[in-house]
C-alpha cells in the first residue's frame, strides 16, 4: 500500500522529468499550432480581402456601365455614405476599395472611384468570407486543442520510459551509497555495448561500484593480511617482554606491546567481520544486568540507569563488545558525565564532550579515521567494530550528536538476533 501511494505522488510530482518532458512537449506543441494558427488566419484574411476588393470592383464597374446605358443601377450608393478611410482614397487615386466590419450592420468591402468628375460607390456584402474564416479558426483551435489532448499525455508515456530509466540507476547508486556495493544496473558483459546516454550512465555507475568494490576488497585482504602476519611476532614479542627485568622500561614496553596486542586482536576481528565468517548465538539475557556487568568491567566512571528494559534474545557476547567499545570511546574521546541508559530493546551511550565528527555522522565511522584532534587519539577502530558487532546481531547502531551538547550513541536490538553468518562489513 505504501509503495503504491509512493508510486501515486512521485507520478503526480510537478518537478518530476516526466511533467518537465511533458510541459515542453506542451509548449512547444502550442507554439507550432500557435504560429500555424497566425500563418493560416493572415493568409485567409489576406485572400478573401483581396477576393472581396476584386468582387467589389467588378460589381462597382458593372453598376457604372448598367448607369451609363440607362439600365437597373440600384447598386450604386450615395457617395456620402462611403467610409471616410475610402473617401480619402478616392480622393488621393482616384479609385479604392475599403472593408468594413461594424455590428450589427453585416460586413461589407466599399468600392469607390471618380468617372467624369463623378463619384461612384458600391458594396459586396462579405458575411458569408468572415463566417468561413470563423468557422476555420475554430477548426483549427479545436484541432490543436485535440492535437494537445493526445500529444501530452502520449509525451509523459513515452517520458516514462526513460524516467524509469534513470530512477532505476538512481535506486543502484542509494544501495552503493548505503554500503551494498554488489549493486548492479546491467550485466558485467553488456556495459560496453552501444546505447543512449541512460545506458552510459548506468555503466558508468556499475563501474564505479566495480572500482569501490576492488578497493574494499584489497583493503579488507590487506588488514587480514597484515593482523595475520602481526600475530606471531607479537606472541614472541609478549613472551619476551614477560621475561624482561622488573623497570621502568620494562613497564614501558609492556604497556606498549599491550596496546599492539589489543590492535592486532582488533585487526583479527575486523577482518572476520569483512569476510562475513561471523555469525551470533542468541539466547534470552535481560538487557539491563547484561549491559550493567558490561560496563562494570570497563572499569570506567560510567552513570548507569535502567527503564522498562526488555528481555531480548541476542548474543551477550556481541552485545557487550559493543557497550564496551563505545563506553571506552566515549571517555577517550568524549568528557564526563559518560552516561549510559537502556529503556526497551534500547541502549544509548552519551558524553559531554564535542560531539562526533561531522565526517563520521555523514560518513559513518571508518577505521584507522579518529575524526577532528579534539575528539582525542586512538586507532579509529572501536566504532569500526562497534558497528560490524551490530550488523551481526541484525541491530541498528545510529550516531547523533546530543541536543545539550556530546556524542550520542544508540542501540537498537531487534527482538530476536539472527544466527545465520553475519553480513560482510563494508
Aim: glycine share 10%; net charge neutral.
Amino acid at each position: 500500500m505504501g509503495g503504491a501511494i509512493r508510486t501515486i505522488l512521485g507520478l503526480l510530482d510537478w518537478r518530476s522529468l516526466r511533467w518537465r518532458i511533458a510541459a515542453l512537449v506542451a509548449v512547444s506543441a502550442c507554439a507550432v499550432a500557435l504560429a500555424v494558427g497566425l500563418l493560416v488566419h493572415d493568409s485567409t484574411l489576406a485572400r478573401s480581402m483581396n477576393d472581396g476588393g476584386s468582387r467589389a470592383l467588378t460589381d462597382l464597374g458593372r453598376q457604372v456601365d448598367a448607369y451609363r446605358g440607362g439600365g437597373d443601377a440600384r447598386g450604386l450608393q450615395d457617395p456620402a455614405v462611403m467610409p471616410p478611410p475610402l473617401a480619402r482614397r478616392v480622393r488621393e487615386d482616384g479609385e479604392g476599395t475599403w472593408y468594413e466590419n461594424r455590428p450589427p450592420s453585416a460586413p461589407r468591402m466599399w468600392a469607390a472611384r471618380t468617372d467624369d468628375g463623378r463619384v461612384f460607390v458600391s458594396y459586396v456584402d462579405m458575411t458569408p468570407d468572415l463566417l468561413t474564416r470563423e468557422a476555420l479558426d475554430r477548426h483549427m483551435w479545436k484541432a490543436s486543442l485535440g492535437v494537445l489532448a493526445i500529444v501530452v499525455p502520449l509525451s509523459v508515456l513515452l517520458a516514462e520510459l526513460p524516467n524509469r530509466r534513470l530512477r532505476r540507476v538512481a535506486r543502484t547508486a542509494r544501495r552503493i551509497a548505503d554500503g551494498d556495493l554488489g549493486a548492479r544496473n546491467t550485466a558485467a558483459g553488456s556495459r560496453r555495448s552501444r546505447g543512449d546516454e541512460i545506458t552510459g550512465l548506468s555503466a558508468s555507475v556499475d563501474e564505479m561500484a566495480d572500482s569501490l568494490q576492488d578497493r574494499l576488497v584489497r583493503e579488507q585482504r590487506f588488514t587480514a593480511d597484515v593482523a595475520h602476519e602481526l600475530r606471531t611476532p607479537l606472541m614472541g614479542l609478549v613472551t619476551s617482554a614477560g621475561l624482561l627485568p622488573e623497570s621502568r622500561a620494562t613497564d614501558m614496553v609492556r604497556d606498549r606491546v599491550a596496546v599492539l596486542r589489543v590492535l592486532v586482536e582488533d585487526l583479527l576481528e575486523i577482518s572476520r567481520l569483512d569476510a562475513g565468517a561471523e555469525a551470533a548465538d542468541p539466547v534470552p539475557v535481560p538487557l539491563a544486568e547484561m549491559v550493567a556487568e558490561s560496563v562494570a568491567r570497563c572499569g570506567l566512571d560510567v552513570s548507569f540507569t535502567a527503564v522498562r528494559a526488555a528481555t531480548v534474545g541476542t548474543d551477550p557476547r556481541r552485545v557487550d563488545r559493543i557497550v564496551t567499545n563505545l563506553v571506552t570511546n566515549a571517555h577517550r574521546h568524549g568528557a564526563a558525565p559518560v552516561e549510559v541508559a537502556v529503556e526497551g530493546r534500547t541502549v544509548v551511550v552519551r558524553d559531554h564532550g564535542p560531539g562526533f565528527p561531522a565526517a563520521l555522522l555523514a560518513e559513518g565511522p571508518q577505521r584507522f579515521r579518529t575524526g577532528t584532534d579534539e575528539r582525542g587519539r586512538g586507532h579509529g577502530l572501536g566504532l569500526t567494530l562497534a558497528l560490524g558487532q551490530a550488523r551481526v546481531l541484525g541491530a541498528e547502531l545510529v550516531f547523533t550528536d546530543a541536543p545539550g551538547g556530546g556524542a550520542c550513541a544508540t542501540l537498537r536490538l531487534p527482538p530476536n538476533a539472527p544466527s545465520g553468518p553475519g553480513t560482510p562489513h563494508t
